[in-house]
RNA sequence: AUGGUGGACCGGAUGGUCGCUGGUUCAUUUUAUGAACGAGAGGAAAGUCCGGGCUUCACAGAGCACGAUGGUCGGUAACACCGACCGGCCGUAAGGUCAGGGAUAGUGCAACAGAAAGUAAACCGCCCGCUUGCGGGUAAGGGUGAAACGGUGAGGUAAGAGCUCACCAGCAUGUCAGGUGACUGAUGUGGCUAGGCAAACCCCAUUGGAAGCAAGGCCAAGCAGGAAAGAAGAUGGUUUACCAUCCGGGAGUAGCUCGCUCUCGUCGAUUUCCGGGUAGGCUGCUUGAGGUGGCAAGCAAUUGUCGUCCUAGAUGAAUGACCAUCGUCACUUCGGUGAUGACAGAACCCGGCUUAUGGUCCACCGCUCUC
RNA sequence: CGGGGCGUAGCGCAGCCUGGUUAGCGCGUCUGGUUUGGGACCAGAAGGUCGUGAGUUCGAAUCCCACCGCCCCGA
């Protein structure tokens, strides 16, 4: 039986305390696509949080961006680490495509994963 | 076939799997969680350029100021929108386009050139006089300019001139006919010339209270106040606390004045400055000038009536991903292969306008060729 | 949702309100002079769709309208 890969409101971060302490860590880690800020939350699950400018793109174009991290986390969650609360944001110049999204966002995460620990 | 003009429509369809948002029902039931069912972006959702609905501010009352609109008639909840018609301009035409009221209410503007740029004026020229350079007459001719105070012909004269006359153009004004009207057609009279710019000030007519769903209403939670400035009282009723009138101060009526409302008059209204708390939930929130089909009225915009349908309500903010079939397009070795797009994402709701953009169809016009 | 401002030479600005004759100013660039060479200095030159498109006017950077881009406020 695999585990579900549902999305509710409990793995998104909702207020803007929480954004402001991920914020706050100082914790990130960055390639090509996207830019990530993390902070451990002690919890049994991860949570994500997006943070889409004006500056990349029009309506459209940031709807796609939160769609295919809301997508690539929503079925890679068991793959990836747990206990951290992060924000996703697109790197400056970057396009939102379905497959760098998902691997960055793994990728990172797993990076990301590592400083934590070895900051802690 | 080709070039053009105007208009209408569409913005992929069906099924499956995994998700998201909110709704109804059921189950567990403290929050909440799960299951089933059905719903889930646009023609422009955009720009925010107009007009409304709705809500609050307490009165919306007057005058001034300020803004908007500007052919006529109609449509509409309303408009700067739409329809029909009238007039000017552009186009061979289909058609397009126009802030399209007023220049004898007033003030003003016109560089350069030119003699002169607006109660006209004499540079050259023409004519007369005296005389070798001036005085007078003259707007027919030259030249300048975007624009120069009507055109043609005849009379007239020293030369000329609407100086006079005829016709034409144009202006003002009356009558008749048609039209609801803008206006059109015909005709008479007047005086011979009145120029352009009001998207220059302005005048005229019509019209506009202001702010916006972060409006507004309810609930919960929470805190701490301090400093400075600061007006004028009087009379009457009279159970020393209120009421009434006058006077004065302040606030509101987002410009000013009046008016109106509230409030205070030393036991201190109010204003300014510093500091402190909250940034949660519910509601407003989607059934509406609503869509759609028929019939009727109207040239049309649109309206009436009958039937039928219920069709997004998020809030760190849903409407997505993948697969299959069909449709469409491109390439094609006719087996297939590739793409499925363009502009673009609801935030209180409607009516328009403007801008962005892929395609299909219809009607009409010009030219050439063929039958 | 509401309000305000800006766009002119490579850069920073003036001119716009009140339309007109060659759209100016500073820095920078280029050429020449001066110097052994450079800087500074002196002389001269180049460089402009006035954001875009329509309109009003004889004539528009200027007035009017629409659009594009950028910036700043308020609730």
Known sequence: MPEPKTFPKALRLRSPQQFANVYASGIYAADQTLVINLLANGLTTSRMGLSIPKLSGDAPTRNKWKRYCREAFRLQQHDLPVGIDFVVRPRK??????????????????????KLEAGS
């Open 93 to 114: 110049g970057a396009k939102p495509v379905a497959d760098s999204v998902a691997d960055s966002l793994k990728a990172l995460l797993c990076r990301g994963a590592s």
